[in-house]
């Protein structure tokens, strides 16, 4: 059982706040991600993390900040929301593998974002 | 780069009948292969995997063979549930530990 952990799960917002989705584990994963899943369904890589102070922009362009202070803690903060920010948003975990390897990566339930 | 093509969906099919969703991919190097499902309101939940040629990976009745010959990877079950309702993402793992994920095959299943 996969303990990743991402709140709130639902929130609805106007624009132009400031909004922190929060997203932990409790496995002691080195890596972390976040992901945007457009209505589609296609999922998006948007952020990662090789570990504590290390953050990367994913595939996709976006305009939120992540940081990385703890190991079992990966924020993800939007100084000022948009409706184009209208989104599932899906916090991952993985470990750096043994020998040649690829580990999988545990999901967290998502957060689903609205912002009128 | 490194790709995933999955059958476009929905797969609409009755209760006890035979899935396939067929999973093509584009790599350098040799990959790590894995099924995901989602359920409806929830996360991503690895089904199966496998990490070289030939492995055959398997859950829940639902099977995948990893065949470097024809790049594929695709999933299979013999007799699907209303319960297997979902989205299926293949997706591979690359060398910088990141996964490429297919966009999803929707499947239905009806009594």
């Known amino acids: 059982e996969a303990d990743i952990y991402q709140t709130p799960r639902y929130l609805v917002i106007g624009t132009g706040k400031k909004i922190t989705l929060e997203c932990s584990q409790t496995m002691g994963h080195d890596k972390m991600y976040w992901y945007q899943q457009d209505p589609g369904m296609e999922l998006h890589l948007i952020h990662y993390s090789y570990g504590v102070n290390s953050t990367e922009k994913g595939d996709l362009s976006s305009e939120s900040t992540v940081s990385r202070i703890r190991t079992e803690h990966f924020p993800l903060t939007l100084e000022s929301a948009r409706p184009s920010h209208t989104s599932q948003y899906l916090c991952?975990?993985?470990?750096?593998?043994?020998?040649?390897?690829?580990?999988?990566?545990?999901f967290g339930p998502g957060t689903r974002l609205t912002v009128l | 780069g490194d790709s995933v093509t999955q059958m476009e969906g929905p797969v609409t099919l009755s209760e006890e009948a035979f899935l396939t969703i067929n999973c093509t991919y584009t790599a350098t190097g040799y990959p790590s292969l894995f099924w995901y499902v989602q359920y409806p309101g929830e996360g991503l939940q690895l089904l199966l995997k496998?990490?070289?040629?030939?492995d055959k990976g398997s859950n829940k009745g639902f099977e995948a063979t990893y065949r470097k010959e024809t790049t594929s990877f695709h999933l299979e079950k013999g007799s699907v549930q209303v319960s297997d309702s979902a989205v299926y993402f293949c997706?591979?793992?690359?060398?910088?530990?990141?996964?490429?994920f297919g966009t999803g095959t929707r499947l239905l299943v009806s009594p």
């Open positions: 997706a591979l793992g690359t060398g910088f530990q990141k996964l490429v």
């Open positions: 991952a975990s993985s470990k750096t593998p043994g020998g040649s390897s690829y580990n999988e990566q545990f």
């Open positions: 496998a990490t070289k040629a030939d």
